[in-house]
């Protein structure tokens, strides 16, 4: 039994991650960039390992809910917008079932049907204008993306999975290492992470490599300066 169910699971999964790259992408680049300006703010401006800890653990646990919280609320929102405007429509077709039926036949003449066709279609839907709806919903979702069709909630949680994985990365070291260590390190894994996001935001994108590297690079160093300078104003 477990031979048969693992494999779907797996695979499950890996349509799910295919599906929710941008995401991802997303939400590593958010973690990473949020949280390495303020713990280089943090390393600026405190000589304590445990300061620096609780304030980048807490950052990221936060900034992770808020972008779960972000992605979910935007998707259903465009859900709800795709209802509202099915309504509409519904509603447009029955006030004026003939116009609708018209605008339509003459949207498919340029598709190269015969007359025939074309009168028989005009026939079927005149029968039930609404049909024109269904037929309009799946046009739509043909041009769906498999992304597109996926449930909200999953696109949240890699969302949050991702933007927390990042957002540790360069506060890890302040739970392992002594303070002087951690900060060499925290620099090092923060680089490190970068670089495979610079790569990983190439390969998807089809974005030259090397540019997209250092553009994701450049993004976090910004936000390290700006960081480490208000640490050392503060302090």
Known sequence: MNEFIQPSLLSRVKTSIRQC????????????????????GMVAGSQSGDVILLAGATAAIAATVSMMAGVF???????DEARVEAKARAAEIKNDPQ???????????????????????????QKDPLAIQKFEDA?????????????????????????????????????????????????????????????GRAILGERPMLRTILE?????????????LVGLLVS
Not at 21 to 40: H, K, N, Q, R, Y
Not at 73 to 79: G, K, T
Not at 108 to 121: F, N, P, V
Not at 216 to 228: L, R
């Open 21 to 40: 790259s941008g995401e991802i992408v997303f939400g590593m680049s958010d973690g990473v960039v949020s949280i390495f300006g303020l713990v280089a």
């Open 73 to 79: 609320l935007d998707l259903e929102s465009e859900r």
């Open 99 to 125: 116009g609708a039926v018209d605008k339509l036949i003459g949207d498919l003449k340029g598709t190269g049907l015969s007359q025939q066709s074309l009168d028989a279609i005009r026939s079927d839907l």
């Open 139 to 199: 046009v739509a979702a043909e041009e769906e993306t498999d992304a597109q069709k996926t449930s909200p909630v999953i696109h949240a949680a890699w969302m949050g999975i991702a933007d927390f994985i990042a957002a540790m990365t360069p506060v890890i070291p302040f739970i392992l290492l002594p303070l002087e260590q951690a900060k060499v390190v925290f620099i090092i894994g923060t680089a490190v992470l970068l670089i495979l996001l610079g790569i």
């Open 216 to 228: 994701t690079c450049a993004i976090a160093a910004a936000a390290a300066i700006a960081g480490a």
